[in-house]
């Protein structure tokens, strides 16, 4: 590290840090020193450690190194630093944050800003001269990259940091991220290529074209610790061809995790999400604690949550408030900011508040309900206690007891830090049709030059050729039609550059990037004037006039609907109904899946023995007596399988612990298998700890046949044939054509005609898989049901899991509780092997009962 | 393989296919609403590349029909196109005029906004007012209607009517469906590019849904 200590550039920013008393961290210095070798990385540390300040203070050191006499004056010297980040909210603490060291070092750098909430001047401006340091959304990525001759804006370019990256990876942002990546090198060097050509005189540029090694731009991504950093990093670096460096900081956070366990377990319930009875035991916690966050998992839940705190202990009133995603911006930016002075004694928040900017006053955090993760959890845990030496204190609330094991599970996860990967995606062609159709409003493209460029990247690596041709000419010629009776227009070819030149289309694209959030949102509005928030369409659409909702923690009643607002004026109606938000529902992660599964063995081995255990599962006894008394309490290396009849049919619960989603998928593997052994029809209930298969008829698994129902053989033929991947396939499909340009989602002021234009999700569905099966974004909705829907690995491992342990049926008299919870759930699928006319007949003799 | 049944009401003889039609034989009159003629390309037209395929079939669905019924006349509840005008529609007028001695009557829905230049071209006689024959009318869309007591019959469609079956175990399935009340009947949407609404039937109506090939009385 001797050679960066050398520098001008290094003493000038430790004088800096020195005027504060500060000094660097190591992993600030190693950043820096590997900034000025020219490296590309990954930078691992948790949040509120300085991770900004390592890229960023990376980025001055080499600009005034390479400035050394007039790095104070030299103005308007183009884009230095594109710093990428998942959050809007982020950018403004991040931009004052840096524009703040470039005033007490006295430099010229310009700080700029740019996604959605940029001003249309401010953009005009950025066009003329690029601030040397633009932070950016990725969806304004990609904007930037529709933007006539955008290879010029990134021509000066030396670092792309990517913030946060943990959380853009592993989603269809995060691929955003990518390719935005992938252009960016390829066009610098294409620059590049073209200057050399130049200079040294010779006619054909092709001749001189550079490769990805002489890139002198360095990716840095800046990630807490997820499981797969080294892939995580990996997927940034594939454009640039490079291995990179990960460094970590070794800071390392105390935590403290108490449960907060119900004063009679027997009266606790065994289902529910809400938690709300312990709403009591809340009070205190909030009022010994300078600042407490309330993490609740649901919008819905956490409006509840609001309004019981506040009946409770109505002194509360004025310092607690609410922040979801659906609550108005402005309302949520004054909550963030008065979290920061301290003004507030606690905020009953959602997954809203998991990333974003540090707030000091926060000493405590509550978890209500599974955080789904052990990841999730340490990150809330996390926004507490934040100054680096300070003790995160996190409380975790049970919403039924059975929960109370998850948090022995997930103390136990900590204690022997298993973090869950972020498995990046691949092969997105939706977000493929997006961006090359922004390239075509811009440049224009040539597939030879995209498609090389494409191959380089993680997400499209295994791209084949018939793949690119088929996607090319979807987006040209729009698939399957009648020739002369065609009109399709959106990208033309013209002298092998792929163009959209119609305005209108162009415009329309311009307002779709970034619509990668799907489900159709509606305002809420006072009738007097006022914007509220969000909430979704289908919710609306199911109220009367006149009905009672809350949100943004008001009671509210409905009036109309007039142009996609609702309007409503204040009640003061008692009752009222609480939104369900759709989404948002998280499952188990493997890992606490698999905790919890030791954590039940544990006990259950304890209790053989007289043992203590942890204080969470030592309340649990009655319960886990009861179930042992009306069932069993399975061991690691068992699957229980219950049975039972009640008056509502047959049911048959399995447990394997493994989430939701991989619960759903094996619901409909094995209600498919089963009813190859004799026609039947189930509906079917899961949530993280098992499923539940009901059918009106009595189901037919013994001890002759369970290991075959749970065979990992066939697997894939039995996904496919299981008619639920249609249904799953279905509602994946609204993501991926609304990303795909499918789903037209209007703009102001083409109101009348856009109507014309309007078709649901579910009926393009149809569509497409009776006109036009192989069409390519369908395909990718089949594909996303089994990687994510279903997770087919997870999945997979779980079946070879299952042949190699001991499976027990039961046949409990009443439901037990370790049933209770899911036959509560009300969510509910079905998978028929009757024929269709049977089954409606069958169905109609019960109507007519 | 299309399914019928047949329906009578007034002691007039209707014919309910599962191809979406309606056949009513001493008119030898086939009734449909709800076409939508276009639609795909008004999509296609401002790069939603939806299948034209479909299209295709509804023209040929069509088609099928008048030849297996021998129908002379044609009535459409409204919404023959679904916006402005295309290459879509020149194709249906191509279509149209293979068959010249066909009477097509169309009752006006709120998608029909072509030129009156246009009906006249293809020969399609255009109703702004409910078209009345004997005691039967047609109407794009029931609300709009004057029911009076002993008045006629009405046909209609706009709503693009699905119903909803439950059974046990919380089962549900979704069709489309003819909707009949004492005085009047919505027929489901004739294209297969269109969405439907949920009705709730009411004691006393009759409900024909339409599942895959087959028709379920309800």
């Given at each position: 590290m001797k050679k960066l200590e050398a520098t001008t550039g290094y003493k000038v920013i430790t004088d800096w840090l020195a005027i504060g008393d500060r000094k660097p961290f190591t992993f600030q210095k190693e950043t820096w020193q590997h900034i000025a070798d020219g490296e590309s990385g990954l930078v691992n540390a948790p949040t509120g450690c300085g991770k900004t300040f390592s890229v960023f203070l990376g980025s001055l050191i080499q600009f005034i190194n390479q400035h050394p006499n007039d790095y104070k004056t030299k103005?308007?010297?183009?884009?230095?630093l594109l710093w990428i980040t998942p959050l809007r909210a982020l950018a403004k603490d991040i931009g004052r944050a840096m524009e703040q060291v470039i005033g007490d070092l006295d430099m010229q750098w310009r700080i700029g800003i740019r996604n959605g909430d940029t001003a249309l001047a401010e953009r005009t401006r950025q066009k003329k001269q690029m601030p040397e340091v633009l932070i950016i959304t990725p969806e304004s990525l990609h904007l930037l990259l529709g933007q006539?001759?955008?290879a010029q804006t990134f021509q000066t370019l030396k670092i792309i940091a990517i913030d946060e990256w943990h959380e853009l990876l592993g989603s269809k942002r995060g691929v955003q991220v990518e390719l935005g990546i992938s252009r960016i090198v390829s066009s610098q060097l294409a620059v590049g290529s073209w200057q050399l050509a130049v200079v040294s005189q010779q006619s054909a540029p092709d001749d001189c074209r550079l490769t990805?090694?002489?890139?002198s731009l360095s990716i840095w991504g800046i990630s807490a610790t997820v499981g797969n950093l080294e892939e995580a990093k990996e997927v940034l670096l594939c454009p640039l061809q490079k291995e990179g460096v990960i460094v970590k900081s070794n800071m390392e956070k105390a935590i403290e995790i108490e449960s907060i366990i119900p004063d009679e377990i027997e009266k606790?319930?065994?289902?529910?999400?809400?938690?709300?009875?312990?709403a009591e035991k809340v009070i205190p916690i909030i009022q010994q604690s300078r600042t407490t966050l309330i993490f609740i998992n649901t919008r819905g839940m956490s409006e509840t949550w609001y309004q019981k705190l506040l009946d409770i202990c109505p002194d509360l009133a004025g310092s607690i408030a609410l922040h979801h995603g659906s609550i108005d911006m402005e309302l949520r930016t004054w909550v963030e900011e008065n979290l920061h002075s301290g003004n507030l004694k606690a905020v009953v928040c959602t997954?809203?508040?998991?990333?974003?900017?540090?707030?000091?006053?926060?000493?405590t955090v509550i978890q209500v309900g599974?955080?789904?993760?052990v990841a999730r959890f340490l990150q809330r845990a996390g926004?507490?206690?934040?100054?680096?030496?300070a003790v995160s204190k996190i409380f975790f609330l049970p919403?039924?007891?059975?929960e109370l094991a998850e948090a022995a599970a997930l103390k136990q996860a900590i204690k022997e830090k298993i973090i869950e990967s972020r498995p990046p995606m691949i092969l997105c062609y939706d977000v493929l049709i997006q961006y090359l159709n922004t390239l075509a409003i811009s440049d224009g493209f040539r597939p030879e030059e995209i498609y090389k460029e494409l191959i380089n990247t993680y997400c499209y690596k295994d791209l084949t050729q018939k793949e690119w041709e088929q996607i090319l000419y979807f987006i040209s010629s729009g698939g399957n039609a009648l020739q002369q009776y065609d009109e399709y227009k959106k990208t033309e070819i013209e002298d092998g550059v792929y163009k959209i030149k119609s305005r209108k289309l162009a415009m329309r694209h311009r307002l779709h990037?970034?619509?990668?959030?799907?489900?159709s949102m509606m305002k809420v509005k006072f009738i007097s004037g006022g914007y509220i928030g969000v909430i979704e369409e289908w919710f609306i659409s199911?109220?009367?006039?006149?009905d009672v909702f809350t949100l943004a923690g008001r009671n509210l009643e409905f009036v109309m609907i007039k142009e996609m607002t609702a309007f409503v004026r204040k009640s003061n109606s008692k009752k009222s109904i609480v939104p369900s938000w759709q989404g948002g529902r998280m499952p188990l992660s493997a890992n606490l899946g698999r905790k919890l599964r030791e954590t039940f063995d544990r006990k259950s081995s304890s209790r053989k023995q007289n043992q203590e255990t942890e204080i969470e599962l030592e309340v649990l006894e009655p319960l886990f007596a009861l179930q042992e008394k009306l069932s069993q309490v399975p061991k690691q290396n068992e699957l229980l399988i219950e049975q039972i009849e009640t008056k509502d049919g047959f049911h048959l619960f399995v447990y394997p612990f493994e989430g939701r989603l991989v619960h759903e998928a094996m619901a409909a593997i094995l209600a498919y298998r089963i009813s190859k052994i004799t026609p039947i029809t189930f509906s079917f209930a899961m949530n993280d700890y098992g499923f539940e298969l009901l059918s009106d008829q009595p189901i037919p698994v013994d001890d002759t046949n369970v290991y075959e129902l749970f065979s990992p053989d066939n697997l894939l033929i039995d996904i496919q044939r299981s008619v639920n991947s249609t249904e799953m396939a279905r509602r994946k499909f609204r993501d991926v054509a609304v990303i795909g340009g499918l789903i037209f989602q209007g703009y102001p002021g083409e109101k009348k005609k856009a109507r014309h234009l309007q078709s649901s999700a579910s009926l393009l569905f149809n569509v497409f898989s009776e006109?036009?099966?192989?069409?390519v974004l369908l395909r990718q909705a089949y594909q996303e049901v089994l990687d994510q829907q279903m997770e087919e690995v997870r999945l997979r491992d779980m079946l070879h899991r299952i042949q190699a342990s001991n499976i027990i049926l039961t046949f409990p008299e009443r439901l037990t509780p370790f049933c209770f919870p899911i036959k509560v759930d009300s969510m509910r699928e079905d998978l028929s092997s009757e024929k269709l006319e049977d089954r409606v007949r069958r169905m109609q003799l019960q109507l007519e009962k | 393989m299309t399914r019928l049944l047949s329906h009578i009401i007034h002691d007039e003889h209707f014919v309910i296919s599962s191809e979406r039609t309606l056949f009513w034989e001493n008119q030898r009159a086939l009734i449909v609403a709800d076409?939508?003629?276009g639609k795909t390309g008004h999509f296609r037209k401002s790069?939603?590349?939806?299948?034209?395929s479909v299209y295709k079939d509804d023209l040929h669905r069509l088609l099928s029909q008048i030849l297996f019924f021998k129908a002379e006349k044609l009535i459409i509840?409204?919404?023959?196109?679904?916006s402005v005008a295309n290459l879509e529609m020149d194709l249906f007028r191509k279509w149209r005029n293979d068959f010249p001695m066909l009477d097509v009557h169309l009752a006006k829905?709120?998608?029909?906004?072509?030129?009156n230049k246009w009906y006249a071209e293809a020969n399609i006689q255009v109703h702004n007012d409910p078209l009345e024959i004997g005691r039967f009318s047609f109407i794009?869309?029931?609300?709009d209607a004057d029911e009076t007591p002993n008045g006629p019959f009405i046909f209609s469609g706009h709503v693009h009517p699905t119903i909803v079956l439950r059974g046990k175990a919380k089962q549900t399935l979704c069709f489309p469906c003819f909707y009949f009340t004492n005085t009047f009947c919505i027929l489901p949407?004739?294209?297969?590019?269109t969405g439907g609404y949920r009705i709730e039937p009411q004691r006393g109506d009759k409900v024909f849904a339409i599942a895959e090939k087959e028709i379920l009385a309800l």
């Open positions: 103005k308007k010297s183009g884009l230095q006539k001759e955008y990805t090694a002489d890139c606790y319930p065994w289902a529910g999400h809400l938690g709300i009875k312990l997954a809203s508040l998991d990333l974003g900017v540090d707030f000091r006053p926060v000493e599974s955080p789904k993760g926004r507490s206690g934040h100054s680096p030496d919403t039924h007891s059975l990037i970034g619509t990668i959030v799907s489900e199911r109220l009367q006039p006149g006109y036009e099966p192989d069409n | 076409l939508h003629v790069g939603i590349s939806v299948p034209q509840a409204g919404d023959l196109t679904h829905g709120n998608h029909d906004i072509l030129d794009h869309d029931i609300s949407a004739f294209s297969r590019f």
